[in-house]
T-cell receptor, first 116, second 111 residues
Framework: AQKVTQAQTEISVVEKEDVTLDCVYE???????LFWYKQPPSGELVFLIR??????QNEISGRYSWNFQKSTSSFNFTITASQVVDSAVYFC?????????????FGKGITLSVRP | IAGITQAPTSQILAAGRRMTLRCTQD?????MYWYRQDLGLGLRLIHY???????GKGEVPDGYSVSRANTDDFPLTLASAVPSQTSVYFC??????????FGPGTRLTVL
């Protein structure tokens, strides 16, 4: 069975601090996909990134970066120089092989509060 | 319509009543999903449909039913609502590339 663990439940930082959100996953599949979604206070789910299990390259997008390490089954998300607008709930998710059977298993989410 | 729409936006319902949450997408995606979001539990899959005419059970299907008569619509029905079904419900669709596109959600309160 698939499982996603986000051990941190709430994180509070001061603006401009860097913050890392941890994600650990379990799966028996050799091919899988990992995701991060952001849920701002307005409630919608915003897609941030998708990685497949064959691509362990780290990715950077502006102030966001992701570190995927298969050896530790982790897919951590770092926000550099955090801003108040980064305040949200962040979900890590896992899905099995490509195709219509791409049901997502979500972690419980991390509530990030960025204080001015 | 652009993307995924859900209706109603929010609803307060008496226990025992029947309720259908609507979900429509205009992206011609084959796969559609219903999740519920509860504080401290994240999102959990209720039911899914890989293509029109087929449906499957997710992690928490009890008390819910779905149908998929066509590609665009994927309604979720609570036959007899109970307070434990108070939640925020998200519909999602996928073209089969593993990325899922989510609707805005329906906030349901069962009293």
């Amino acid at each position: 069975a698939q499982k996603v663990t986000q051990a941190q439940t709430e994180i509070s930082v001061v603006e401009k601090e860097d913050v890392t959100l941890d994600c650990v996953y379990e799966t028996r599949d050799t091919t899988y996909y990992l995701f991060w979604y952001k849920q701002p206070p307005s409630g919608e789910l915003v897609f941030l990134i998708r990685r497949n299990s064959f691509d362990e390259q780290n990715e950077i997008s502006g102030r966001y970066s992701w570190n995927f390490q298969k050896s530790t089954s982790s897919f951590n998300f770092t926000i550099t120089a955090s801003q108040v607008v980064d305040s949200a709930v962040y979900f890590c998710a896992l899905s099995e092989a490509f195709g219509a059977n791409s049901k997502l298993t979500f972690g419980k989410g991390i509530t990030l509060s960025v204080r001015p | 319509i652009a993307g995924i729409t859900q209706a109603p936006t929010s609803q307060i319902l008496a226990a025992g009543r029947r309720m259908t949450l609507r979900c429509t997408q205009d992206m011609r995606h084959n796969a559609m999903y219903w999740y519920r979001q509860d504080l401290g539990l994240g999102l959990r899959l209720i039911h899914y449909s890989n293509t029109a005419g087929t449906t499957g059970k997710g992690e928490v299907p009890d008390g819910y039913s779905v149908s998929r008569a066509n590609t665009d619509d994927f309604p979720l029905t609570l036959a007899s609502a109970v307070p434990s079904q108070t939640s925020v419900y998200f519909c999602a669709s996928s073209p089969g590339s593993n990325e899922q596109f989510f609707g805005p959600g329906t906030r349901l309160t069962v009293l």
